[in-house]
């Protein structure tokens, strides 16, 4: 059973004249997950957006993390099951599906 308990990411976009500063933090608890999305354009304020999955929800949602380990698994034993297809939590937050 793989499980995320915490995970960040972070992207760097050295624009001129302003660059772009996005993280994505999303940490596990009682209830389900939190996603914090932070956006930061050159010396404007941050905007921070934050949302709540339920834990019906995730069930047996893959975030990214998950999803390395599982592939590396996969790699190892050199087998891939046909049409292989997870639900998943993309870098921005949103739900999708991860096809393999």
Not at 25 to 37: A, D, L, N, P, W
Not at 46 to 75: D, I, K
């Amino acid at each position: 059973q793989l499980e995320t308990l915490e995970q960040e990411e972070q992207e760097c976009l050295e624009l001129r004249p302003h660059p772009t500063e996005k993280t994505t933090h999303i940490v596990s608890h009682e209830h389900g997950m939190t996603v914090t999305k932070t956006l930061q354009e050159g010396e404007a304020e941050p905007q921070c957006h934050s949302f709540c999955y339920s834990r019906a929800t995730l069930r047996a949602r893959l975030l990214e993390g998950a999803s390395l380990l599982l592939l590396r698994v996969l790699a190892r034993r050199q087998t891939m099951p046909p049409d292989l297809v997870f639900p998943a939590i993309n870098s921005d937050g949103d739900l999708c599906t991860s096809s393999y």
